[in-house]
């Protein structure tokens, strides 16, 4: 099996984070190393890096999106615009991965996922907290 890059394993960490957040909503119970092997089907440090550093820190990162969210919360957001949010604070707040590429990949996600108004407010709130840094 291939290798994939990090811009395609973020996707699937959106996948992974979306999921899991359905299944919060519905009050399923999960094993995460289940669902991201449903996901992905390597073992992969990165993914796994994040998409348990998105939900041990989730309090936290909500926090933040929602002081940056202009009159606007996390949760009203849909399911992939959550993900792709909390992925890029997650990865802009609490990892080594340079400021820009994270908000950059946020950015293309949500290109592809996301209406255009909920993009300019995912690019405005990473954008906010990257210069409160």
Known sequence: M???NRSELRKKIMTILYQINIYNKNGIKYDIDEVIKEVVKI???????MVYGVITHQKEIDK???QHLNNW????????DQAILRMGI????YTDTPDIVAINEAIELA???????VRKMIN???DALYHSK
């Open 73 to 80: 919360t996390i949760d009203r957001l849909g399911n992939t």
């Open 90 to 93: 997650y990865e802009l707040m």
């Open 124 to 126: 405005a709130s990473l």
């Open 2 to 4: 291939q290798q994939l």
């Open 43 to 49: 073992d992969n440090e990165f993914v796994k890096d």
């Open 64 to 66: 933040l999106a929602n």
């Open 111 to 117: 290109k592809i996922y996301s209406d255009d108004s």
